[in-house]
């Protein structure tokens, strides 16, 4: 479903008040250690070592370079989340097409999937996203978008599932309903 929606910068608006952004006690899965949380909770198998990062579909585990090599904390939990948005798609948990060789069409569908479901959790962890670092898939993605206009729509969705599906290994966020949550990071994500 296509909705529009007018929005205004609170500086345009008389008579609201202050944005006041929710600190660590008002949302505890806001903090760093939550990509953390999430990945030893879902139990994947994590192999540290080498120089990239990736998601093994036939041997079921995710390898990412030494923590040290990242720019960040913050940059080491969003390639790991990354690739845990792959890990999701084993036929075991929410069963994707993960059999597209690099430079296919099947491969910039699965990831445009994983990186916007990496928007959507940074978001929520309040990890930064750096989209624009990830140049090498943007042209096929923007070949199958103009194939197909309602693609968008079904990686948006698939990248939500994928989302709450991580999200639910985080105690402190399974406690609160993907409602409240979920759709808000989709829509400012998108809206982004």
């Not at 949380?37 to 585990?61: E, Q, V, W």
């Not at 940059?75 to 097409?97: I, M, P, Q, V, Y």
């Not at 309040?126 to 090498?136: F, K, M």
Request: hydrophobic letters at 40%; charged letters at 25%; one cysteine or more.
């Amino acid at each position: 479903m296509l909705r529009a929606y007018t929005v205004f910068n609170g500086s345009q608006i008389d008579g609201i008040p202050d944005y006041v952004a929710p600190d660590v006690k008002a949302a505890p899965w806001r903090r760093p250690e939550a990509a953390d949380i999430i990945l030893t909770n879902s139990k994947a198998i994590i192999r540290i070592g080498g120089d990239r990062a990736f998601y093994s579909p036939s041997l079921d585990f995710i390898q990412l370079p030494d923590p040290a090599s990242f720019e960040s904390p913050y940059a080491f939990s969003s390639t790991a989340l990354h690739e845990a948005s792959h890990w999701s798609g084993h036929k075991s948990r929410l069963d994707r097409d993960l059999t597209g060789r690099f430079g296919s069409a099947a491969y910039a569908q699965e990831e445009l999937r994983a990186e916007l479901a990496s928007v959507f959790l940074g978001k929520i962890l309040d990890l930064p996203c750096d989209i624009p670092n990830h140049a090498d898939y943007l042209a096929s993605w923007i070949i199958k978008l103009k194939e197909d206009k309602r693609e968008i729509f079904r990686a948006a969705s698939d990248a939500q599932r994928i989302a709450d599906y991580l999200l639910a290994f985080h105690p402190d966020y399974a406690d609160h309903s993907n409602a409240d949550l979920g759709s808000d990071a989709t829509d400012t994500a998108l809206a982004a």
